[in-house]
């Protein structure tokens, strides 16, 4: 069993920045892919980022690409995403997941082993 532990989240006016992070409880494989969904209210989960551990590999949706940036630190076994220029719309929970299956990154969130409790992100207009 793995534990994802997220925090950063937080309230924040359009156009700001918020950095999260999640930290795995502990580190077992020997490559996986770590993804950040989101989950707005009355909305289905939607895949935000992901980045594969290994080779740093990364790849975005479409609505955060330019403003998002997800990475991982080896040493510290976190990974990040760094969001700037926030907009009312990316108010949601997000979540970190890991897919422990390999290197390569999917998007549909049944593809993730392990869930975090997710963290609120507010924006406000």
């Known amino acids: 069993q793995v534990q994802l532990v997220e925090s950063g989240g937080g309230l924040v006016q359009a156009g700001g920045s918020l950095r999260l992070s999640c930290v795995p409880s502990?580190?077992?494989?020997?490559?996986?892919?770590m993804g950040w969904f989101r989950q707005a209210p009355g909305k289905e989960r939607e895949f935000v980022a992901a980045?594969?551990?290994?080779?740093?590999?990364?790849y975005y949706a479409d609505s955060v690409k330019g403003r998002f940036t997800i990475s991982r630190d080896n040493a510290k076994n976190t990974v990040y995403l760094q969001m700037n220029s926030l907009k009312p719309e990316d108010t949601a929970v997000y979540y970190c997941?890991?897919?422990?299956?390999?290197?390569?990154?999917?998007?549909?969130?049944?593809?993730?082993?392990?869930w975090g409790q997710g963290t609120q992100v507010t924006v406000s207009s």
């Open positions: 997941a890991v897919d422990t299956g390999g290197t390569y990154i999917y998007t549909r969130s049944y593809k993730y082993d392990y």
């Open positions: 502990r580190r077992t494989f020997s490559s996986y892919v």
């Open positions: 980045i594969t551990w290994s080779a740093g590999s990364t």
